[in-house]
């Protein structure tokens, strides 16, 4: 039973490259998010979708940051151009149905250092 | 300010005890309350989820409390195992929206 997917799991660039996280949600999920871990600040929300639109990206820092999800089976966060603040792990994860009261399932994250 | 506080920031345990992590929230108006179990390198995994009129919710040997009243949760561990070493996490929706908050995690340990 396959869950949610990310790739890469890790990725290592320099500044002022521009990054590509990819995420496939479990297959009959309708909503998928996406979230940024550090260590100071924890776990953060970034964006969702229901049935790939976009309703919330109030967490998304910067207009530097841009979630795309062109069908029902694939997400990209793009974060152009990259600064090393942006070092963290990113993930994905989708639920099934109303958001409220159902478990999002977590991807494995993609760990992202910017040098 | 919707805060998610969780305590202790870290515990150590001997294998076999049990524990008890809590989680205060002043998140209004309450939705729904999520502990969430995440191993070192992985994506978090959800332990159990309770809204306004659950107060208590199990989960094998985790067994998650709700008082909605005093806005606190506890997440009660029993028998612990070396597996149960990980970061939990409660996040706290409110209604009518996503806006889910997260507390900074509990970093449990349990030693042979």
């Known amino acids: 039973d396959a869950g949610v997917i990310q790739s890469p799991r890790h990725e290592v660039t320099e500044m002022g490259q521009e990054v590509t996280l990819r995420c496939k949600p479990i297959?009959?999920?309708?909503?998928l998010f996406w979230y940024r871990q550090t260590m100071m600040r924890g776990l953060e929300l970034l964006i969702y979708?229901?049935?790939?639109?976009?309703?919330?990206d109030s967490g998304m820092p910067e207009d530097r940051f841009s979630a795309k999800m062109p069908n029902a089976s694939f997400s990209t966060l793009k974060i152009q151009p990259s600064e090393p603040r942006d070092s963290a792990v990113y993930f994905c994860?989708?639920?099934?149905?109303?958001?409220?009261?159902?478990?999002?399932?977590f991807g494995d994250g993609t760990r992202l250092s910017i040098l | 300010k919707n805060q998610v506080e969780q305590s202790p920031q870290s515990l150590i345990i001997l294998e076999g005890k049990n524990c008890t992590l809590q989680?205060?929230?002043?998140?209004?108006?309450?939705?729904?309350l999520r502990w969430y179990k995440q191993d070192t390198g992985r994506g978090p995994v959800s332990l159990t989820i309770?809204?306004?009129?659950?107060n208590t919710k199990s989960n094998g040997r985790y067994t998650a409390t709700l008082d909605a009243d005093t806005k606190q949760s506890s997440l009660h561990i029993t028998a612990s195992q070396l597996s149960d070493s990980a970061s939990y996490i409660c996040?706290?929706?409110?209604?009518?929206?996503?806006?889910?908050?997260f507390g900074a995690g509990t970093r449990l340990t349990v030693k042979p």
């Open positions: 994860a989708s639920s099934f149905r109303s958001n409220s009261n159902q478990p999002q399932h």
């Open positions: 297959s009959g999920h309708d909503y």
């Open positions: 979708f229901n049935n790939n639109v976009p309703i919330d």
């Open positions: 989680c205060n929230y002043t998140v209004s108006p309450f939705s729904n």
């Open positions: 309770m809204t306004f009129s659950e």
């Open positions: 996040v706290v929706s409110a209604y009518g929206n996503n806006d889910m908050r």
